[in-house]
């Protein structure tokens, strides 16, 4: 294990965006594989074009965006005192998590050929539960991101907390919201 450990850290430094992408891309993989197989309907057959959708996200956004967002927090505040770190996770929080989960919904909407009126319906129905739902797990995980965890090694931590936390996201990225309220009366 220590030579797997020595080998990532090793990408890590020679690649780190690549090695970022490709750490958000196994984690997002492995959280929509863990929804779809043991909490979604057992009724529904497997939809490997979601795992790719879901995959290729944390390859292509999540990796890339928080390898730099974190390395910009990181250069502003550097230090770990109690004032550092909360401020961190208040920014996260606060203007970053918004952010990524118009990102997250809007590259669904994209790659599922929906329309734009389908993404705000969407950010209207579920952006706040994203949101709210995120302060739960990243409130006390960035505090403990933000206090303990190298700089380098940020995006692999959050990514390890981020399978768990991709169950949620991809039960939510994946739900289907009513078009109107004509439709929820009925």
């Known amino acids: 294990m220590s030579g797997l450990w020595a080998r990532y850290n090793a990408l890590l430094e020679a690649q780190p965006l690549l090695t970022k992408a490709l750490t958000s891309l196994v984690g997002f993989t492995a959280g929509d594989l ?10 529904k057959p497997y939809d490997v074009m979601r795992t790719i959708r879901l995959g290729s996200f944390g390859f292509l956004l999540h990796g890339t965006t928080g390898h730099y967002f974190y390395g910009f927090l990181d250069s502003k505040m550097p230090g770990t005192k109690p004032v550092t770190v909360a401020t961190k996770v208040a920014i996260d929080q606060t203007i970053w998590n918004p952010i990524f989960g118009l990102m997250f919904f809007g590259y669904l ?22 949101v709210m739902g995120s302060w739960a797990v990243w409130v006390p995980a960035h505090t403990i991101n933000f206090a303990f965890v190298p700089p380098s090694q940020r995006l692999l931590y959050i990514n390890t907390i981020q399978i768990g936390y991709n169950v949620f996201l991809s039960f939510l990225g994946n739900k289907d919201v009513e078009e109107d309220e004509e439709k929820k009366e009925l």
């Open 34 to 43: 863990l929804a779809q197989n043991f909490i979604e309907d057992s009724d």
């Open 109 to 130: 909407n994209i790659m599922e050929g929906k329309s734009f009126e389908t993404y705000t319906n969407k950010i209207k129905a579920d952006l706040k539960t994203a």
